[in-house]
């Protein structure tokens, strides 16, 4: 089983490229300073990958 992650948005997606705000959109963070918990599969770690400069990942102690 993948390994639960927290993604916390950390800065504005305002000015970026419109596919990188529907990836945010499409992993939950839709407000800067709000955090998820995901699970660490591949297409969850491929979308955190091409917006890692406006999110910060963490792993999550459960």
Known sequence: MAKPIMVTLVRS?????????????????TKVNKSRVL???PT??????????LVDVQEFKE
């Open 13 to 29: 997606p305002i000015g970026k490229p419109r596919k990188h705000r529907r990836i945010l959109q499409a992993l939950g963070l």
């Open 39 to 41: 699970y660490a599969t």
């Open 44 to 53: 969850v770690v491929g979308a955190i990958k091409k917006v890692v400069h």
